[in-house]
């Protein structure tokens, strides 16, 4: 595939259910090829821009072009996009080769193609021996790869996934984020993926569009956005992180300067530096955090006194109180070892200025 | 809930299925007396009640009457209440109310009422009094018991199901087809059993109705005017076993589908 034009081209859509806006202005690109997930809590417009696409809802405003051709006001059934269900949807009176045959009889195929284009997608996903059984009498992760099956047979241009792991135990979903990645990457299909979970999105995705309030809070790569996150709603959301709120002091060559309770402290600013003098938010990753017998001679340093431990198994969270700082307190994830030394005395905490974002609030 | 209860509470059960179930079974034993009076003592027992009416022509044919006049009742109302089911459930427009209202008010007006103002109406509209008639008020009738249960079940159809049919390329004539009517299998097959025996039953609307020809129930009443016999609970007999059959059947089908289609 050497086709550089973008499969989805989404242009200013906008959706209003009443007074509520559920999608605010989404200007957005999807290249083929690409996994890409809408990451956010309920009611951010993720699940209202799968729809869009789906063809289940119609934008107020925008257009929605796919491979070249709009479709803002083409009804599902015309669209080359398919979709696996949160609930996965399977057609209970059909059996799994029913289900999966369903697509490909509305799209006019004769019998013997039928025939063998559901056999290769049921052996694809390992479900050859269920063809003959209904949704009923299967499990929740064979429901699920039917679920799939079923959406993939068609050969759309654009699958859509709405949280379909939701409804798997922690275990199976795992091994199913696995699974998804692997088929993604065989098919060379597009996928967008819609979740709430942040762990899920990091695992799977080439490209991560993080939702809030029906704007894209941040759009980029899993380690983009969880090295460098733009805004404060972004670090928060994506695994734990500590957040300094210090000052705008000012710039010392690429990185951002600011106060931090009376400590100077260097960082960089993917969303752009504010003036200086401004309240400002940094945010730190726990495993960025190191500890030093002396004074680091590099990057941000603070003496901090241990105040808690929490033994994780492979590594140790450790909480600090510095205070120099006020008695501002930092956690820092740290291997099991070095976790049980530290104690009594107090340590040297260093950090590059590189893995402290100033964060857009 | 202590002992003394639980026994007040089997002896009230038990009772109570005395208080149904002697009727019938009285009913039942004098279809087997070999005697022109109803009462005990028994003396003799004999089968002749049965071998008559197996034998009577006119028995026999409006018994055929009176399962003819269910069977296209019952497809009428089905179809009707399928369609006005579908029409009404999960969809909100002006005047809803109103329409599902007047939809369920045949089920609660009085039969005598309905029966006297169908007889009315019929006359002016010009039907004859027989057959039409009869199908027509049990198909009025029955109306309202089909689109209840076949919107019960509706309501119970994920609203993914006919998204999931459209998106893979099914317009909304062929996803209600194959999705829809399928799902609502269950509910229709139990509301065209339910108006089978319903309009079987009836009584009122086929005696005002009705022309020479009568239908089971008038039979019955008929033959009660010129004295009870034997005779009248033989095929009173005959019409409990087949209805009761009728509908547990369809009671435990209906049961085993709804089990085996759930999503």
């Known amino acids: 595939m050497t086709d550089q034009t973008p499969l989805v081209r989404i242009e200013g859509v906008s959706k209003h259910f009443g007074d509520t806006v559920a999608l605010d202005n989404l200007t957005l690109d999807i290249a083929r090829g690409e996994f890409v997930t809408f990451l956010g809590p309920s009611g951010c417009g993720k699940s209202t821009t799968l729809r869009i696409l789906g063809g289940f809802e119609r934008p107020t405003t925008g257009r929605v072009i796919l491979d070249g051709q709009d479709v803002t006001t083409q009804p599902p059934e015309k669209r080359q996009v398919n979709m696996v269900f949160q609930d996965y949807a399977l057609f209970p009176h059909m059996t799994v080769g029913q289900n999966i045959s369903f697509g490909l009889e509305l799209k006019g195929m004769d019998k013997t193609s039928i025939k063998r284009r559901s056999d290769e997608i049921m052996a694809f996903l390992e479900l050859d021996a269920f063809g003959d059984r209904y949704p009923a009498q299967l499990s929740g992760g064979q429901r699920q790869r039917v679920a799939l099956a079923r959406a993939l047979a068609p050969d759309p241009a654009l699958l859509l996934l709405d949280e379909p792991l939701g409804a798997l135990d922690a275990k199976l979903r795992g091994q199913v984020q696995q699974e998804l990645k692997s088929i993604q990457r065989r098919t060379n299909k597009t996928f967008f993926f819609v979740t709430h979970d942040q762990e899920e999105a990091l695992t799977m995705s080439d490209r991560i569009v993080v939702m809030n309030k029906g704007r894209v809070e941040q759009d980029g790569t899993p380690e983009d956005l969880y090295f460098h996150p733009a805004s404060r709603f972004v670090a928060e959301f994506i695994g734990e992180t500590n957040l300094l709120s210090g000052e705008m002091r000012g710039h010392d060559g690429d990185a951002v300067v600011m106060d931090w309770f009376g400590q100077t402290l260097r960082g960089h600013a993917p969303a752009g530096a504010p003036p200086e003098g401004a309240p400002i938010t940094a945010s730190v990753r726990l495993e960025k955090l190191g500890f030093h017998a002396s004074r680091p001679e590099t990057g941000n340093a603070v003496q901090g006194k241990v105040v808690g431990k929490t033994f994780l198994g492979s590594r140790m969270a450790v909480d600090l109180m510095v205070e120099e700082a006020q008695g501002a307190t930092l956690r820092a994830f740290v291997d099991a070892e070095t976790g049980q030394t530290v104690g009594a005395d107090p340590v040297w905490i260093g950090w590059d200025s590189d893995s402290m974002a100033v964060l857009r609030d | ?263």
């Open chain 2, 1 to 263: 809930m202590n002992r003394g209860n639980r026994i007040l509470l089997s002896c009230v059960y038990w009772a109570f299925v005395l208080y149904v179930f002697v009727p019938l079974i009285l009913m039942i034993l004098m279809g087997f007396k070999d005697s022109k009076f109803i009462g005990f003592p028994i003396k003799s027992w004999t089968l002749d009640w049965y071998t008559g009416i197996f034998a009577d022509a006119e028995i026999l044919s409006t018994l055929g009457y009176s399962a003819a006049i269910a069977v296209l009742a019952t497809l009428i109302s089905v179809a009707v209440g399928t369609w006005i089911a579908v029409l009404l459930e999960g969809r909100k427009f002006w005047g809803r109310t109103a329409i599902f209202g007047m939809t369920v008010l045949p089920a609660l007006v009085p039969g005598i009422i309905s029966a006297i103002a169908f007889r009315i109406y019929a006359r002016y509209l010009g039907i004859e009094p027989g057959m039409g008639a009869i199908v027509w008020a049990h198909a009025v009738h029955n109306v309202p018991f089909v689109v209840l249960v076949v919107m019960a079940r509706l309501s119970t159809l994920p609203k993914s199901q006919l998204e999931a049919a459209r998106d893979l390329g099914a317009d909304p004539i062929i996803a209600f087809l194959r999705i829809t009517l399928p799902y609502l299998v269950p509910a229709i097959l139990g509301a065209s059993i339910f108006c089978l025996l319903l309009s079987f039953d009836d009584f009122v609307r086929s005696f005002f109705l009705g022309g020479y020809e009568p239908t089971l129930p008038v039979l019955i009443f008929a033959k009660l005017k010129s004295g009870m016999s034997p005779e009248i609970n033989a095929i009173a007999t005959v019409a409990l076993v087949l209805t009761a059959a009728i509908g547990i059947w369809a009671e435990r089908f209906t049961r085993r589908m709804n089990k085996d289609t759930k999503a």
